[in-house]
């Protein structure tokens, strides 16, 4: 797979986010315990999923929306 320069730009962007946020986490998961860690994540990945659906909703209500118009 061939990336433009903004697709690879994106990218890269993406994976600094993803280190940002694992230096997030060691950093407030300090002093915790392991099952303490994980219900905090398990909420965590609730909201987010819920979070992507929502989003979703709203792009196929736009989509049909578009489609009508």
């Known amino acids: 797979m061939i990336f433009d320069k ?4 994106k990218i890269l962007s ?3 986010h993803l280190f940002d946020a694992a230096l997030d986490l060691s950093r407030a998961t300090q002093g915790m315990d392991l099952d303490e860690i994980i219900d905090d994540l398990d909420a965590v990945e609730y909201q987010a999923l819920s979070a992507v659906l929502a989003v ?3 792009k196929a209500a736009l989509g049909v929306q578009k ?3």
């Open 67 to 69: 489609d009508e118009d």
């Open 6 to 9: 903004d697709d690879f730009n």
């Open 14 to 16: 993406a994976e600094h």
């Open 56 to 58: 979703k909703e709203v």
